[in-house]
């Protein structure tokens, strides 16, 4: 599993990267579509976000102890829950009363330090090339100029580590928070003889094993085994037609988020059509958004369950 690449400021690279991807991130003056701050930590007063990020299942990595030699000396690797959200404040603030902010609010969340550092102190270029950072424009590392901290706690035997970046570009502070809430991987697999039992029974079957980026509407590669069951239920049963149905939580505007799980139930369709020969006449599809939950959008856990895409028998 790949991790996020890290950039930094070399002087080259910086005259290398598009005037366009500059200007662009210098317009934003509100969040990305559907993007909150993480519960308990908020955010930097007069801050955007520009990277949102959360996956229910997913690898982040988090520096416990400076580099010693240009090498990790406490790196770690964390499995779990990963959310990734990247700020930007205008000009102002410094690197360091952003940092102080936001290690305030993770301090009172329960978490301990385990490394707060600058630049030399932290390791330099090497540091900031290990630093697990959305890409730019969303996020900007300059190797020569940042602040570090990370931290962990536990609660009721849970362990939740926190990862924060903060840097600077053409004088606008940018803050990265990377939150990984530890857990196993759950089984999301449902193959053919389960969609079979869940149609009849039922008249429909949740599916969790089909991926897309937030708010994004491209299949991801990922969810390969889950649509290879779907089309040996298909092949299995000629005569049987679906309607598959996307469903999400109710983080953003209603119309955004019919419109959205709309696409992804038309991309599910289009994948089935391509790549496994389904016949388009048996594929009818529709977006509900989130209008038929099977959790709680009050919390993470609930939303997941609500995140999914559905079998329903015509």
Known sequence: MSLPHTLFRPVLLV?????????????????????????GIG??????????????????????????????????????????????????????????????QLAKAGFEKLLACDTD?????PFAEAIDALPIPQMWVDGFNYRY?????????RETYAGLIVSENNREIYAQLVIAELGAIENKMVDA???AKGLGEAGHVALYGIYFDTDKAAVKPESRPTLEQIAK?????????????GHTDNQGAYDYNLDLSRRRAEAVAAELVKNFRIAQT??????????????????????????????VAP
Do not use: H, W
């Open 193 to 195: 003889a389960a969609m």
């Open 121 to 125: 102190a932290c390791g330099g270029i």
């Open 15 to 39: 005259l290398a990267m598009s005037l366009g991807a500059i200007t662009n991130a210098a317009a934003q003056t509100r969040d990305v579509a559907g993007a909150r701050d993480y519960p």
């Open 282 to 311: 048996r594929l009818k599809t529709a977006g509900v958004g989130f209008l038929s939950p099977v959790g709680s959008n009050a919390n993470d856990a609930g939303r997941a369950l609500n995140r999914r895409v559905e079998l």
């Open 43 to 104: 955010r930097f007063g007069g801050s955007v976000i520009t990277g949102y990020q959360v996956k229910d299942f997913d690898a982040a990595r988090v520096q416990g102890a400076a580099f010693k030699d240009g090498q990790p000396t406490d790196a770690r690797r964390l499995e779990g829950r990963i959310t990734r959200i990247a700020y930007r404040t205008n000009p102002g603030p410094s690197i360091l009363e952003v940092s102080r902010n936001f290690e305030a």
């Open 149 to 157: 901290f990370s931290g962990r706690k536990v609660d009721s035997g």
């Open 233 to 245: 239920l298909l092949a299995a049963q000629p005569q049987l037609n679906v309607f598959i149905v």
